[in-house]
């Protein structure tokens, strides 16, 4: 099994900045990729960013140019910087450990969330 634990959310202003980060511990050897997931208030888990091998990167056009994913794999760590925040940002950020295809694929093991709050 592979536990992923979150953390860096809070609460910042509009415009702020906040970096959150993931640990990975347990079977991490089946880990192929990782990848952060929002979920804000009555919406549906979306895909905010993911990394796999090398330069296998993507992310969710709403946050292109202002987030920035990266992995530690000496760390089995996943981490996410958050530039430029917006309230429409506001939700729990999940970290996910999955595998990559053409793209992200996630599987069963996920973080427990760790809130984001924008103000304005």
């Known amino acids: 099994q592979v536990q992923l634990v979150e953390s860096g959310g809070g609460l910042v202003q509009a415009g702020g900045s906040l970096r959150l980060a993931c640990a990975a511990s347990g079977t991490t050897f089946i880990i192929k990729a990782m990848a952060w997931y929002r979920q804000g208030p009555g919406k549906q888990r979306q895909l905010v960013a993911a990394?796999?091998?090398?330069?296998?990167?993507e992310y969710a056009d709403s946050v292109k140019g202002r987030f920035t994913i990266s992995r530690d794999n000496t760390k089995n760590a996943v981490y996410l910087q958050m530039n430029s925040l917006k309230p429409e940002d506001a939700a729990v950020y999940y970290c996910s450990a999955g595998l990559w295809g053409s793209n992200y694929v996630p599987t069963s093991h996920w973080g427990q969330g760790t809130q984001v709050t924008v103000s304005s």
């Open positions: 990394h796999g091998n090398g330069e296998q990167i």
